[in-house]
């Protein structure tokens, strides 16, 4: 017997063995819940064909044709992906709506005997969870923010401290994107908008409400991916705790820190075309010379002296928020972060939330 859900609550989720999307790859590409499967009932030139022949042939002819070719799918993903699983493989299904590619699926795995649930409303019933956790008001987020000046190592004091239990939140890692000018991971796309949405969704899902959550300060734009409203909100009411170090050591990690984008110094020089048009020619000119001249810690100095630092002055001019402590540091080394996530460990063992529910 097929069953049907629309609860897609993270207890509800884990009931299953697998949560299978049978919708086109490039539908799986812009969105899907995270740690789906994707397993096509027809591929995305096959669901174009059917959809013109349906359009502008024969309704008969696009259903013959695509019945022929969702059944050769799924026999290939039945002696494929999904050969060795065994009569107790409980999967959930689901398509765009929970309609005739998820029923399909559904159809033949019910006649192998597999317990197969069709979720109601498929893809779409996910998208409006995620929707109404992200763009309501976020009074239910309990957040402080670690802040500090570009290079002052808050990505890796913020993974030291998720290592030790302390409850984080990488929104760079969701967006994969280190939030700057030269941010991009090389080589890896950014999540569309919808997908960053649905893994910090499933990010926010997993915290502890009795405790706050570390978030490191961003903008609201990580990249080309923008931070949803709820959120940036519980970040725009946040405390914050402050990394400070001399512009020279900030200097030396960045370079350390971005080896991947200074190695390549047509990306920096790129990456220097989007400056913003209040540096002048001859300082950019100044810049891409240092890059052509592989002096990436000399950029680095630069950078922060006159472009990074003098922004960063501003946005903490604007903001009023309490700031709950600073911690200095001297050479941003490894011990240095080290010391930095044992002293954040203490202020976080005493800060008290006033808040005490997360999205759910």
């Not at 060795?84 to 019910?110: E, I, N, Y």
């Not at 500090?148 to 890692?173: F, I, M």
Request: charged share 25%.
């Amino acid at each position: 017997m097929i069953r049907r859900t629309d609860d897609l609550s993270r207890d509800a989720r884990a009931r299953f063995d697998a949560i299978i999307d049978v919708r086109s790859p490039s539908e799986f590409t812009h969105d899907h819940i995270p740690g789906a499967i994707n397993l096509p009932v027809l591929d995305d030139a096959e669901r174009a064909e059917v959809g013109t022949l349906y359009v502008q042939t024969s309704k008969f002819l696009a259903r013959r044709i695509g019945a022929a070719k969702v059944a050769r799918n799924i026999a290939a993903h039945l002696d494929g992906a999904l050969a060795d699983r065994d009569g107790s493989f409980r999967p959930l299904v689901h398509c765009w709506r929970g309609g005739q590619r998820s029923g399909a699926m559904a159809a033949v795995m019910d006649q192998i005997g597999w317990p197969v649930t069709v979720l109601d409303g498929g893809y779409r019933t996910w998208r409006r969870r995620v929707q109404s956790a992200l763009y309501g008001p976020g009074d239910d987020l309990t957040v402080i923010l670690l802040d500090g000046g570009t290079g002052s190592g808050k990505t890796e004091v913020l993974a030291r401290l998720a290592a030790r239990g302390v409850q984080t939140l990488d929104l760079e890692a969701l967006a994969q994107h280190r939030g700057s000018l030269f941010g991009a991971w090389r080589g890896q796309p950014q999540p569309t908008q919808a997908l960053f949405e649905s893994r910090l969704f499933v990010a926010l899902e997993a915290l502890d409400p009795s405790r706050p959550v570390l978030v490191e300060a961003e903008s609201s734009r990580i990249g080309a991916r923008t931070v949803p409203p709820a959120l940036w909100r519980a970040m725009g009411r946040a405390p914050v705790i402050e990394l400070s170090a001399p512009v020279a050591a900030r200097a030396t990690f960045s370079a350390r820190a971005y080896a991947d984008i200074g190695a390549d110094p047509d990306a920096v020089e790129a990456a220097l075309g989007r400056l913003p048009p209040h540096h002048s020619k001859e300082t950019v000119a100044a810049w891409k010379a240092l890059a052509r001249a592989g002096d990436t810690e000399s950029l680095a100095a630069a950078l922060i002296a006159e472009h990074y630092d003098p922004a960063y002055r501003r946005q903490s001019a604007r903001r009023d928020r309490p700031l709950l402590d600073r911690i200095e540091m001297t050479d941003v080394s490894a011990s240095d972060l080290d010391r930095a996530a044992d002293a954040i460990e203490r202020i976080l063992s005493r800060w008290k939330p006033e808040r005490s529910s997360v999205v759910s």
